[in-house]
């Protein structure tokens, strides 16, 4: 059963870091496409909302809801979960079909949430149009991801994890494969202000294509797996709202993050929109900077946790609160060993990094303020994957209820860090930094957020020896300084010979630092004894051919 488990997660991960690369060098062509200002934050946000959308309107019902479920009655039913399921996935295509054809109808009213108030003075009107006739034409998107997740689930709940993970890589391709398109139809360098009716059309209907084929993808596993859908209405007597009932505060949980989405997303356009002339951090260079700070999350934090959970979930329904405590500390210390690095190459190498990902056409000419994006997102990783564990522990607790008021408390701190740093702290003339602002008000408000979940975190979970994190912490925050600081002095020493201009220059640069930081950080981290770290650096060290 271990090895079966492992084998899994194996194929899950590799689909998500192929998929992740791919998502990167989507937004690669984007930005030489259509560059990372005002333009490109038009169609950012465009086609992030209907996976906002979804994910309030849906995406919470169907994950706390639907979901588990749908797991019990394929374990526990006589015909396997074939009538309930059929009775779930016919009830969600229905739910949704209804949601998005309402949104649509609703897109000028939508888009106009998500819109400054420098979009709406009379000289924007073109770009105001972009935006809701991009919205409209993303929409559609809300259906297909929502059919994406429950037809994935059911396949997850039947043991077939690999497809909902590989899929993505699909949508990437079909995306990718539209931007190309336009590359070859549309002259790169322009970089007019606007969209023609045609670009409109390309881009948007090529990236609602993209989530309709993520979903096809799934359709023959669904099959292959034992499951034959054939639609049953009525819910009646499936037990749905006691769980609904359970759910209703994770449902909250996520609603409270969208309000947030929808101020930062405002305030991030508005950067980009402001008559301040020159290179601006907008949406597109906050979205993007996103990504790139989430990728450790995803392959390592999200692994972690999801390992852990199961395990500290029994430990407390036994009532072994201190070993709870332990086993949550010990999960938070081997992910930010390897997290903690991460930030720091980060800030210390965001230049090359965002060159790599947007340093093409169009995307080139707005790096300085991507990098100074992404250093100060840098700054919330750490803070991010604490809380991410602390909330965990909640759930192993079945607590939900708390999460949910300290998410609010996070999103009050983001907002109001995010309105003050754009509309009070930046005038016209620096408005282009309002997604480094943005930035810092996200890292501002995991920093509180770790500050005020602690202390409430103890009342169910009492100090323990063996479960600090603080030392340890600081321990890995001095040795990956020392890391990147030696990767930053070599890197300066080697510009004084070797011209790194360019994508090309920035991986020579960062293989550069790699090859220094991580030596540098693994032996300071053996001298101030950072067990976490020493124990990655063997399993890794013990996978090398190295002749004895």
């Given at each position: 059963?271990?090895?079966?488990?492992?084998?899994?997660?194996a194929?899950?991960a590799?689909g998500?870091?192929?998929?992740?690369?791919?998502?990167?060098?989507?937004?690669?062509?984007?930005?030489?496409?259509?560059?990372?200002?005002?333009?490109?934050?038009?169609?950012?946000?465009?086609?992030?909302i209907?996976?906002?959308?979804?994910?309030?309107?849906?995406?919470?019902?169907?994950?706390t809801?639907l979901?588990?479920?749908?797991?019990?009655?394929?374990?526990?039913h006589?015909?396997g979960?074939?009538?309930?399921?059929?009775?779930?996935?016919?009830?969600?295509?229905?739910?949704?079909?209804i949601?998005?054809?309402?949104?649509?109808?609703?897109?000028?009213?939508?888009?106009?949430?998500?819109?400054?108030?420098?979009?709406h003075?009379?000289?924007?009107?073109t770009?105001?149009?972009?935006?809701?006739?991009?919205?409209?034409?993303?929409?559609?998107?809300?259906?297909?991801?929502?059919?994406?997740?429950?037809?994935?689930?059911?396949?997850?709940?039947?043991?077939?994890?690999?497809?909902?993970?590989?899929?993505?890589?699909?949508?990437?391709?079909?995306?990718c494969?539209?931007?190309?398109?336009?590359?070859?139809?549309?002259?790169?360098?322009?970089?007019?202000?606007?969209?023609?009716?045609?670009?409109?059309?390309l881009?948007?209907?090529?990236?609602?294509?993209?989530?309709?084929?993520?979903?096809?993808?799934?359709?023959?596993?669904?099959?292959?797996s034992?499951?034959?859908?054939?639609?049953?209405?009525?819910?009646?007597?499936?037990?749905?709202?006691?769980?609904?009932?359970?759910?209703?505060?994770?449902?909250?949980?996520?609603?409270?993050?969208q309000?947030?989405?929808?101020?930062?997303?405002?305030?991030?356009?508005?950067?980009?929109a402001?008559s301040?002339?020159?290179?601006?951090?907008?949406?597109?260079?906050?979205?993007?900077?996103?990504?790139?700070?989430?990728?450790?999350?995803?392959?390592?934090?999200?692994?972690l946790?999801?390992?852990?959970?199961?395990q500290?979930?029994?430990?407390?329904?036994?009532?072994?609160?201190?070993?709870?405590?332990?086993?949550?500390?010990?999960?938070?210390?081997?992910?930010l060993?390897?997290?903690?690095?991460?930030?720091?190459a980060?800030?210390?190498?965001?230049?090359?990094?965002?060159?790599?990902?947007?340093?093409?056409?169009?995307?080139?000419?707005?790096?300085?303020?991507?990098?100074?994006?992404?250093?100060?997102?840098?700054?919330?990783?750490?803070?991010?994957t604490?809380?991410?564990?602390?909330?965990?522990?909640?759930?192993?607790?079945?607590?939900?209820?708390?999460?949910?008021?300290?998410?609010?408390?996070?999103?009050?701190?983001?907002?109001?860090?995010?309105?003050?740093?754009?509309?009070?702290?930046?005038?016209?003339?620096?408005?282009?930094?309002s997604?480094?602002?943005?930035?810092?008000?996200?890292?501002?408000?995991?920093?509180?957020?770790?500050?005020?979940?602690?202390?409430?975190?103890?009342?169910?979970?009492?100090?323990v020896?063996?479960?600090?994190?603080?030392?340890?912490?600081?321990?890995?925050?001095?040795?990956a300084?020392?890391?990147?600081?030696?990767?930053?002095?070599?890197?300066?020493?080697?510009?004084?010979?070797?011209?790194?201009?360019?994508?090309?220059?920035?991986?020579?640069?960062?293989?550069?630092?790699?090859?220094?930081?991580?030596?540098?950080?693994?032996?300071?981290?053996?001298?101030?004894?950072?067990?976490?770290?020493?124990?990655?650096?063997?399993?890794?060290?013990?996978?090398?051919?190295?002749?004895?």
């Amino acid at each position: 059963m271990a090895d079966r488990t492992l084998r899994s997660a194996a194929v899950m991960a590799a689909g998500t870091v192929l998929s992740r690369l791919l998502g990167f060098i989507r937004i690669a062509l984007l930005a030489a496409a259509i560059g990372t200002a005002l333009r490109g934050d038009i169609f950012t946000a465009a086609n992030t909302i209907p996976n906002s959308l979804y994910i309030l309107l849906a995406g919470g019902v169907f994950n706390t809801v639907l979901v588990p479920q749908l797991v019990r009655a394929i374990k526990n039913h006589d015909d396997g979960g074939q009538d309930f399921t059929n009775r779930i996935l016919t009830f969600g295509f229905v739910v949704l079909a209804i949601v998005t054809v309402a949104c649509v109808l609703l897109a000028p009213a939508i888009a106009e949430l998500y819109l400054p108030k420098e979009l709406h003075d009379p000289s924007r009107v073109t770009e105001k149009a972009n935006m809701i006739m991009f919205v409209r034409l993303c929409l559609p998107q809300i259906f297909f991801y929502g059919a994406f997740v429950l037809v994935g689930q059911v396949l997850n709940a039947r043991r077939r994890f690999g497809p909902m993970m590989w899929a993505p890589i699909a949508n990437n391709i079909v995306a990718c494969a539209s931007i190309v398109v336009f590359l070859l139809i549309y002259r790169v360098g322009d970089n007019p202000p606007t969209y023609s009716h045609g670009e409109e059309l390309l881009l948007g209907l090529g990236h609602t294509v993209g989530i309709a084929v993520q979903l096809l993808v799934l359709l023959p596993y669904l099959k292959a797996s034992g499951h034959t859908y054939k639609p049953k209405f009525g819910l009646r007597g499936t037990g749905l709202g006691h769980t609904a009932r359970l759910g209703i505060w994770t449902v909250l949980f996520v609603a409270v993050n969208q309000v947030t989405l929808v101020v930062v997303t405002q305030l991030a356009i508005a950067g980009s929109a402001s008559s301040d002339p020159g290179a601006k951090a907008g949406l597109f260079a906050y979205s993007t900077a996103m990504l790139i700070i989430l990728v450790p999350h995803g392959i390592v934090t999200v692994s972690l946790a999801t390992a852990a959970l199961p395990q500290m979930s029994a430990l407390a329904a036994d009532g072994d609160t201190a070993e709870v405590g332990r086993m949550s500390a010990r999960s938070i210390r081997q992910t930010l060993a390897i997290v903690v690095p991460a930030a720091a190459a980060m800030i210390a190498f965001a230049y090359p990094i965002v060159t790599i990902i947007a340093g093409y056409g169009s995307g080139k000419n707005n790096l300085t303020l991507m990098s100074y994006t992404l250093m100060t997102l840098a700054l919330g990783i750490v803070p991010f994957t604490v809380q991410y564990f602390q909330l965990r522990t909640f759930y192993a607790f079945e607590d939900t209820r708390t999460p949910f008021f300290l998410q609010c408390v996070i999103a009050a701190t983001n907002i109001a860090a995010a309105v003050i740093g754009v509309r009070v702290l930046l005038d016209q003339a620096h408005l282009r930094f309002s997604g480094v602002v943005l930035g810092g008000a996200y890292a501002l408000a995991y920093l509180v957020a770790v500050l005020i979940s602690r202390p409430v975190l103890r009342r169910r979970v009492p100090r323990v020896p063996g479960a600090g994190i603080g030392l340890p912490l600081l321990a890995m925050v001095i040795a990956a300084v020392a890391g990147a600081g030696a990767g930053r002095v070599v890197l300066w020493l080697l510009s004084l010979a070797i011209d790194w201009s360019g994508p090309l220059g920035a991986v020579l640069q960062l293989a550069a630092a790699a090859a220094v930081m991580l030596p540098v950080y693994a032996a300071v981290s053996r001298v101030l004894r950072i067990h976490e770290v020493n124990d990655v650096v063997s399993m890794v060290t013990s996978k090398l051919p190295i002749r004895r």
